[in-house]
């Protein structure tokens, strides 16, 4: 039997999502990758049970994880079952949906109609009463963006779900849903985007927008699903995401640019004490609009050498434009 460790909070940062009154952890679980049905369970299970022992509380899920879509639900389902259960309300759950889950008119983007009956089914395939967070995990450009967010309220006010946000609004998009959800008395907490190293479009006004609204940043894939870590640095190991997968991260976005840019970063990191993905992960929390940082992880080791990132976290002027050159270069 599962007993989680008890110096668990020990040693993670919990940060405030934007002002409300949720904290995440500040280093969080993704379930995109490896925890489909063709990965082994125990696998996933030990990593699970390390997140939450290292002091992760929250764990990122949407119904099309997988594969097959929804397989990752139904996973985290059977370990919440035999594992984390007892720490129910110790944990921060979230799903969303968005992408195309199911056929015909229904199963895809934004309507009322697709939203509440995919929670539905997200709850029913992890055992739940109700989630943490409920996302829009894209913007509809043909649904209204009141309707998006009446899903949204209706999700919170039925008690299927605590709190509200989107993912991959740009600013534009985040004022108008925040206002919208606003007139309904819903506040939306959160906008879940991609942010990393080799990735940032999201500092050219969308951190300004969030804090001015005074919503948090979630961040996913940090590490550029792997780029930005020891990984590929000699060639394309058998049991990587690109060999495994090769879909989002592909063998052709292992450029020798960037892997030119990751070996002169890995030499800072090494100066600080870090590693290349904690140096990576560090370098995102420095922006205080960040509540969390999602990690996917296919091992154990993974998790334990990002969480490390935690004892990090100052950048000096100096480093942080030895970075940008890097980058730029
Ligand atoms: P990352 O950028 O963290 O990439 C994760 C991958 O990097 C792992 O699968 C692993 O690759 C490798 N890795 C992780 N840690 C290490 C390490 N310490 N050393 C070496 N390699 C490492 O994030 P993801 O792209 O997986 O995204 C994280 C989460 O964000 C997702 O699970 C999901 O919850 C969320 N997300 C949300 C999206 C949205 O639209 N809202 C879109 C995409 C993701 P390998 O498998 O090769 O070992």
Known sequence: MYVADSNRYNNMLYLRCGNSGLKLSAI?????????DSDPFDNMRKI?????????????????YGPPPGAAEENFGRILKFDLKPYRDEIIIATKAGYKMWEGPYGDWGSKKYLLASLDQSLKRMNLDY??????????????IEETMEALYKAV??????????????????????????QMGLKL????????????DVENGLFNTLNE??????????????????????????DSRVRKSGVFLKESDITPERIEKVKKLSEIAKRRGQTVSQL??????????????????????????????????????????EIEEILKG
């Open 189 to 200: 907490i959160v906008n879940q985007v991609r942010y990393n190293m080799f990735a940032r």
């Open 28 to 36: 969080s679980l993704g379930f995109w990758h490896n925890f489909g």
């Open 48 to 64: 699970v049970q390390r997140a939450f022992d290292l002091g992760i509380t929250y764990f990122d899920l949407a119904n099309n």
């Open 213 to 238: 609204l005074g919503m948090g940043a979630v961040i996913y894939s940090p590490l550029a699903q792997g780029l930005l870590t020891e990984r590929y640095l000699d060639g394309i190991p058998e």
């Open 131 to 144: 989630v943490d967070i409920f996302y829009s995990h894209r913007p509809d450009p043909q649904t209204p």
């Open 280 to 321: 990576a992960l560090s370098w995102i929390l420095r922006n205080k609009v960040v509540a969390s940082v999602i990690v996917g992880a296919s091992k154990v080791s993974q998790i334990e050498d990002n969480v490390g990132c935690i004892n990090n976290l100052e950048f000096s002027e100096e480093e942080l434009k």
């Open 157 to 182: 006010h039925s008690g299927k779900a605590l709190y509200a946000g989107i993912s991959n609004y740009n600013p534009e998009q985040t004022k108008l849903a925040y206002s919208a959800a606003k």
